[in-house]
């Protein structure tokens, strides 16, 4: 699929709602197991510990350290970093750099909501990762202060890489980034929260992990487009073509949906040799 650059006029309608969704819920699970597998379990592992539990809203290793507790916020961060790169060079397929977009702002909503949500709260990783440090109000202040500025640093980001998606219409450009970003919004929500009310651990992590990472730490995706309104995000010269009905991605989205909720749910246990 070539990248539009000629301006042609597009409805939000033209973004296929099906794909949108199935480009979502990969996205979604690509972030769970970035966050739970490859930033905890790496951590555990890296730290010498061995990995016990792994479920869709905990991990747990047999070494407690500052390192593991912290891990899923540093994956979150590389891994936008990393997605925030490819989604540059993926120029021609709308649905592949749409997906990469999307990876990207919510590893960086994740990160940035995991430094709110445990300094207001002080619950969470990055409670585990400051118990220590006292006093504990200045650490408190000083995560939620960080969670604040870090998270409006990703929404500015995030809008300029959305820019190709919108069209240079500028009386159209809210309403075809509200499709973009409300509907994946709720999508991660509502498979987070279904895959959350399965782990082990008991209803409350539905509560403080899937339901507060989903729903809390990808709010921005709920009404960041109306930053859009004003002069601050002009429309860029490059366009990508409209985003069209892709069978790939939706069957793709479900075989994963299904693994997701069936075995990640639940989880894994392993037993220690």
Not at 99 to 114: D, E, I, P, Q
Request: proline share 4%.
């Amino acid at each position: 699929m070539q990248a539009n650059t000629t301006g042609a006029h597009f409805s939000a309608a033209d973004s296929d709602r099906l794909t949108v969704i199935a480009i979502a819920v990969v996205a979604t699970i690509c972030g769970d197991v970035i966050h739970e597998g490859l930033g905890h379990s790496g951590a555990c592992l890296l730290t010498g510990g061995r990995p016990l539990a792994i479920s869709t809203v905990h991990f747990s290793c047999d070494r407690d350290s500052v390192l593991v507790s912290a891990g899923g916020t540093i994956a979150n961060l590389l891994a936008a970093v990393v997605f925030f790169g490819l989604s540059r060079l993926a120029t021609r397929s709308t649905a592949q750099r749409f997906f990469l977009w999307l990876s990207m702002t919510t590893n960086f909503f994740a990160a940035g909501g995991y430094f709110l949500f445990s300094g207001v709260g002080n619950i969470g990783d990055w409670a585990d990762v400051m118990r220590d440090v006292h006093p504990m109000w200045l650490w408190r202040v000083g995560l939620a202060v960080l969670g604040v500025v870090f998270y409006g640093f990703s929404m500015w980001v995030s809008l300029l890489e959305l820019r190709p998606f919108l069209g240079r219409d500028v009386s159209q450009r809210v309403r075809r980034a509200r499709q973009l970003t409300l509907t994946p919004y709720l999508t991660t929500g509502i498979l987070s929260c279904v895959a959350g009310l399965f782990n082990p651990v008991g209803m409350i992590l539905v509560a403080i992990s899937a339901a507060a990472s989903s729903f809390g730490g990808a709010s921005g995706l709920a009404w960041m487009y109306q930053w859009l309104r004003g002069p601050r995000f002009p429309p860029t010269e490059f366009q990508m073509s409209r985003l069209t009905r892709s069978r790939g991605w939706i069957v793709l989205a479900a075989i994963l949906a299904v693994c997701f909720v069936a075995i990640l749910g639940p989880g894994l246990t392993f037993h220690p040799h």
